[in-house]
């Protein structure tokens, strides 16, 4: 299974391309679509799930193309937005037998144990009761993917699945995703948020201002950022410095002053030792490099890694 896509382009009216000239090769795993808010990611992956219209350009799907073979591709895509809602008054059972209806399942007694199967799957067996609408942030997050998967998709695709949940429910939602990985099926995990692509994806992309600036393995990326990542023990008013001149990671009270990441191609004025980057710091530093606005990745910082400042 491979998504190939040539060229591919989005503009819209008044002439801003959310997209431009876009060549990715997808395989068969997890698959990180990685980028800050506006990068054109939302875009992108509405397209691929059929949702959207490109202005130019080309998506292969095993052979078959997009715009041609459009409505037998919508069977083999599930696609679960970043706002997903569900019918109020239905409970959890409910909503996933209707979309199971809808999806085709007609008869009565197979139809309902594919919902307990995907109930199961997704480890809301015991709320299955529940009125869908009344669930917590990530068990609707789960529900979302069960609903995904009714019709046993072969190409899934994510938008910020993580967003607004707690860890221990960040933590079970990227599980899952995991696990339905290891078949056949490709899983488009589109994100602002590094840590669903460090601990998921095998492969990973990197949209800026609609334009691919990275693709390959996450160690492919970090691998850029070595010698770029620095500790720096600071006071309160070298802090204030640092955050003026640096991406700072993140700062941790310490017993003299402040332990400070921070990413720089020099060692930083206030000394430092350098130390092994993660995934987030080579994101931190490949988007400096490509001259993404820093303000923005502070806040994206304090976003991506608990705000730790």
Sequence with gaps: MQIDIQKLSKRYPGGHYALRDV??????????????????????????ATLLEPSSGRVEIDGLDLKRDRSRLRRMIGYLPQEFSSFPKLATWEFLDYCAALGGLRRKAPRRERVDQLLHMVGLFDARDRQASKLSGGMKRRLGIAQTLVNNPTIMVV??????????????????????????????LSTHIVGDISSTCTDVALLN??????????????????????????????????????PVVSSVPAADGYEVRLVADQLPSAG?????????????????????????????????????T
């Design 23 to 48: 060549d990715l090769q997808i395989g068969s795993g997890m698959f990180g679509l990685l980028g800050p808010n506006g990068a054109g990611k939302t875009t992108l992956i509405r397209i691929l």
């Design 209 to 246: 201002q609609g334009s691919i600036q990275f693709h390959g393995a996450p160690d492919d990326l970090v691998a850029t950022a070595v010698g770029k990542v620095w500790q720096v023990t600071a006071s309160q008013s070298d802090l204030d410095d640092l955050r003026q001149r640096y």
């Design 272 to 308: 430092g030792t350098a130390v092994e980057p993660t995934l987030e710091d080579a994101y931190i530093h490949f988007m400096q490099s490509v001259g993404q606005d820093m303000d923005l990745e502070q806040d994206l910082s304090q976003d991506l890694f608990g705000g730790a």
């Design 159 to 188: 938008d910020e699945p993580t967003v607004g949940l707690d860890p221990q429910e960040r933590l079970r939602f990227r599980n899952l995703l995991a696990d339905l990985a290891r078949g056949e099926i490709i899983i488009i």
